[in-house]
């Protein structure tokens, strides 16, 4: 799949060509609205807007191959705007029964042991420092893109990412320096 020339033919409001475009990378939009809204059904619903806004907005793209940061962006947004409008918190609770939820999704007993003990530690570092820490370990983000994303400089997610991991080791009684 050439994004490039995808990216150009839904400029010019080629509706397949943007829709190919998200359908190659619905799973992973998928897992990043779901990791900020907690529930399938706000997910899903953020993921459409997502489409409304990329099918609204797509000319103002100027660099058609950073077309999937720049739709990750928008996603991340509109589910922080989502969120604030609500008043909505993601509690530790909440993410329990969104774990219970991937669980049926995934049936693996194992891997949700793993994410509730990685939850766990999470909820003893701060918003910012795990926000970073999921983009950057869980959504395979790179440090430009969770800059982005985060509208924070490179160095201020570096910083985070490494505190953040800095605290969990110490949290699960590792060494800092190992």
Known sequence: ?????????AKKGNKEALVQLIMA??????????SYMGNEHDAM???????????????????????YSWSKTILVNHCKTSLTKRKKMVLIDDWQ??????????HSYFQIEQQLDIQELLS???????????LK??????????????????GT?????????????????GAVNE
Do not use: C, W
């Open 137 to 154: 370990y869980f959504h395979d983000l790179d440090y430009q893109t969770i800059a982005k994303i985060t509208n924070a400089p490179v």
């Open 45 to 67: 619903d953020a993921m459409d807007a997502m489409i409304v806004i990329l099918y609204e907005k797509i000319e103002q793209l100027q660099k058609n191959e950073t077309f």
């Open 25 to 34: 990378r619905k799973d992973d939009f998928y897992r990043l609205a779901y």
């Open 97 to 106: 029964e969104a774990e219970d939820q991937a669980a049926e999704i995934q």
């Open 124 to 134: 003893h570092i701060n918003e910012h420092q795990r926000e970073a820490i999921e």
């Open 157 to 173: 997610v570096k910083s985070r990412v490494a505190e953040g991991l800095k605290r969990l080791r110490r949290q699960a009684g």
């Open 1 to 9: 799949m050439d994004v490039k020339k995808l990216v150009a033919k």
